[in-house]
């Protein structure tokens, strides 16, 4: 058994590509006895690169390498009676269960989550796959680019109009997937015992960000107003500048919306006379008049570089970065001083270089220890096929959960959470945590309102802090205690919630927590186990660790918006921050690493969660083909991250701004593409005979195919090109989110009574259970808790409550 702080856990992976295999890293890098059960033909993405020198072998895929660390191989197959009864041997003795084949593909071997938990009624089950066990799409044939364009996210973030939405240059709904399948997966395996056992733990990759990213931010205005947008091309609509923007040696994410960012940019500027007009002292009044000073702006950064621009401007107070390339990144000296770059040996792909854990645990660190095992390495070992006898499998809390008449408490109830998080990536933590059962209590006052809170559209229209649509669904979960923070007694009594609680989550810059006096270690004199989370932009230390961002403008430090836009273009700007919900799922994860830590050590600790690091993860791919070949990856449209797939991309569909993605693996899937389209006689020729003939002429293919979609109904399409096998799903917006079939059979996004009494559309559990029913509460009005929390949690007198509400200690 490995050492860390989910030693004593033991999972299965029986998956391939990116997300299970990634969802399996995350609990291997941290302890996890992971054994990776492969089909006799190896996991698919041992066939994808990159390779060395771009010379194919099932040993030296960097994609397979980055994804497969500290793993056992066994090779399997439960089609044939030996290899099944070894599977169920196998399954019969674990904890966990990872997976991300096809629904079908279980019921076929007779495997599905029933038959498994009969034999073993503790094993959690983490299904992560396209679409989703369930609905009308469950049985889909689907990859990442499917998932992703059904999310919403490109069509309303990514892309210029008139032009294909585009995904990140990654597999960014896989990464997505495995995020949220290792926290919900983690904590029902922590949580079982409360919980009553195991249980299947269904994971739509396009239901996760549809919900999260998408609809966190967009769908309660349109379910209130009718009303929704698109994708620009320049950046974020709201406020300005907000935008990527050439300059003299690459790009820069040029962000000033605050008025002291905004005064901080001027200055660096030399003060010019056009920005001297009082009417671009507001952020949306410079949105609206962007296209005028968008072109004065850059008319200053092609003058100067981009690291010369990021330390002007982040020395003025204004956060911006630069966008750096994937080399930029990988060899900056901030990564390589915090040990995010180690080496690795391989017996076949001998030294490399490889990302380290996605956050430090300073009593428990994570990480790579050895290579991906080559495949069916330990099939002969018997080592395997054992465990030792009743092992310490750990659990986030022992306090005794709420008696329920089911016997089915929710994974993580009795842990308390004190959430001094703000704005969005915060939020999350606590919401995470929230639904999978833990009782949290957002920090916060009306002496500083948080800015989210004033974010439109409002409630009935009224605009009122209690009352941002936007913010209600990207805080549910998170009750509210209001501590005017800058008085002392309103920070003992945030000191006496701590005592009370058994994790803090934070996500200012670093220092500032002890600044307020509530630094970790004066934390650990009131709870000496508490588990503090902090996650600022870069990490607690390192040259970068006082870097301004905000997660629209974080991923451009990790090389992945390098990767984003049309090929052979520049960088195209996400007009919102896909990293936040990313990193505030991953920091769930992160905090229940840390929670099993406590119950095998009794030992809390200080968190350092770098949202650089844990974003610079879905670079993997793109790292990886830097590192075997120094080759620096630059935009990519809509192709397949790895050149494994052709066709791979967006099409025109009849109608205004309507797509279809459509990806292609194998040559089967490509005969079911031609019998779909008639057979015509260009889809015959050599040219796209197989797989290497199609990526050698993906142009002249993809050129064939934006001549045929036109003519369809993107959904007609879909359905279509699905009876033959083909993996291609319509590319939604805002607007078909809520009358989705699927999402509406998966019941994603639901109607709640807000406790000021008013009704709202948020997003719900975008996992889905099998045992425990998540609670779903839209975000709280500011101190909704204040009484709970304060007079009966914390014993403050009637009188004494009243007279720090009258002082605004409680405000």
């Known amino acids: 058994m490995s050492e ?115 034999r073993n009624s503790g094993l959690v089950m983490i299904s992560i796959t396209p679409f989703g066990q369930t609905g009308p799409y469950a049985d889909w044939n689907g990859y990442d680019l499917n998932a992703y364009h059904l999310t919403g996210s490109s069509s309303r973030y990514c892309g210029r109009p008139g032009e294909q939405p585009l995904e990140h240059g990654t597999f960014a709904a896989d990464f997505f997937g495995a995020a949220a399948g290792a926290a919900w997966g983690l904590a029902a395996t922590l949580g079982r015992e409360r919980a009553g056992g195991g249980q299947q733990l269904d994971v739509s990759c396009a239901e996760a960000i549809a919900a999260t990213f998408v609809g966190g931010q967009n769908i309660g205005g349109y379910a209130q107003d009718g009303k929704s947008d698109k994708r620009t091309g320049v950046g974020m609509p709201l406020g300005a500048p907000a935008t990527i923007m050439p300059c003299r040696d690459g790009h820069v994410w040029m962000l000033a919306l605050e008025t002291g960012q905004w005064k901080g940019l001027v200055e660096v500027m030399g003060n010019p006379e056009w920005a001297q007009l009082d009417m671009f002292d507001d952020m949306f009044m410079r949105a609206q008049n962007a296209d005028v000073i968008y072109p004065f702006i850059e008319e200053w950064t092609m003058k100067h570089g981009k690291a010369e621009i990021m330390e ?50 300073p009593a428990s660190p994570g990480g ?41 408490a929710l994974p993580l109830e009795g842990v308390r959470v004190a959430n001094f998080g703000w704005v969005w990536a915060g939020p999350v933590v606590g919401q995470t945590l929230s639904y999978l059962g833990a009782e949290v209590y957002k920090v916060e006052s009306y002496a500083r309102v948080d800015m989210t809170r004033n974010l439109p559209p409002f409630a009935g229209g009224e605009r009122d802090p209690n009352r941002s649509l936007s913010n209600h669904a990207c805080w549910a979960g998170n009750g509210s205690v209001s501590l005017n923070l800058k008085k002392a007694e309103a920070k003992e009594l945030a000191l006496a919630l701590v005592a009370e609680s058994d994790v803090v989550i934070e996500n200012f810059g670093p220092g500032v927590m002890e600044q307020l006096g509530l630094g970790y270690e004066v934390l650990k004199a009131v709870k000496p186990d508490i588990v503090l989370f902090s996650m600022p932009a870069a990490g607690l230390f390192g ?60 030992e809390g600790q200080h968190v350092d969660y770098s949202q650089q690091e844990a974003v610079m993860q879905m670079v993997g791919p793109a790292y990886m083909d830097y590192v075997l070949n120094d080759r620096v990856a630059g935009p990519i449209g809509n192709r397949h991250p790895s050149a494994a797939m052709a066709p791979h991309g967006v099409f025109p569909c009849a109608g205004d701004d309507r797509w279809i993605s459509l990806a292609v693996a194998t040559d089967e899937e490509w005969r079911g593409l031609a019998a779909a389209m008639g057979n015509p006689d260009w889809a015959s020729a050599d040219a796209f005979a197989t797989t290497a003939a199609r990526l050698e002429n993906l142009e002249a293919l993809h050129a064939k195919l934006e001549a045929w979609t036109p003519g369809f109904d993107d ?39 807000h406790p000021l009494g008013f009704r709202e559309t948020i997003y719900g559990a975008y996992v889905k259970t099998s045992r425990t029913e998540p609670r779903i509460n839209p975000g709280p009005a500011i101190g909704q808790d204040n009484e709970y929390v304060l007079k009966q949690l914390l014993g403050l007198s009637e009188e004494r409550y009243r007279e720090l509400v009258e002082q605004e200690v409680i405000y």
């Open 4 to 118: 860390g702080a989910l030693a004593g856990i033991r999972v299965v992976e029986f998956g391939e590509k990116v997300s299970a295999p990634y969802c399996a890293k995350l609990f291997s890098d941290f302890g996890a006895d992971v054994i990776k059960v492969e089909l006799p033909g190896g996991d698919t993405a041992r066939s994808w690169g990159p390779f060395p020198q771009d010379r194919p072998h099932p040993e030296k895929s960097g994609l397979f390498h980055f994804l497969n660390t500290n793993k056992r191989s066994v090779t399997l197959d439960p089609a044939d009676a030996g290899g099944r009864k070894a599977l169920l041997a196998l399954l019969a003795d674990a904890d966990v269960l990872i997976e991300n084949f096809p629904p079908k593909q279980w019921r076929e071997w007779g495997l599905d989550y029933a038959a498994l938990s009969a």
């Open 715 to 753: 959904r007609e399409l879909a359905a279509q090109l699905q009876q033959h096998g083909v993996a291609a799903a319509p590319v939604l917006n805002v607007a078909d989110l809520l009358s989705d079939p699927h999402y509406t059979a998966r019941n994603t996004f639901v109607e709640v009574e």
């Open 543 to 602: 040259p970068l660790k006082d870097i301004r961002t905000y997660g629209l403008s974080l991923t451009s430090t990790t090389g992945l918006d390098s990767l984003t836009g049309y090929l052979g273009g520049g960088p195209i700007p996400v007009e919102n921050a896909y990293s936040d919900p990313y990193n505030g799922i991953m920091g769930a994860y992160a905090v229940l690493v840390a929670l099993a830590h406590r119950d095998r050590s009794g």
């Open 368 to 408: 790579p220890r050895t290579a991906a095992p080559l495949q069916g390495e330990h099939t002969a070992d018997a080592a395997w096929r054992e465990r030792p006898v009743a092992p310490h499998v750990p659990a986030a809390t022992t306090k005794p959960p709420r008696v329920r008449p089911d016997g089915r």
């Open 312 to 361: 002007l401007c982040q020395a003025a107070g204004c956060p911006v970065t630069a966008v750096f390339t994937v080399k930029e990144a990988a060899e900056h000296p901030h990564l390589k001083e915090r040990g995010y770059i180690i080496d690795l040996e391989h017996s076949e792909l001998g030294s490399f270089r490889d990302l380290g854990a996605p956050f430090l645990l």
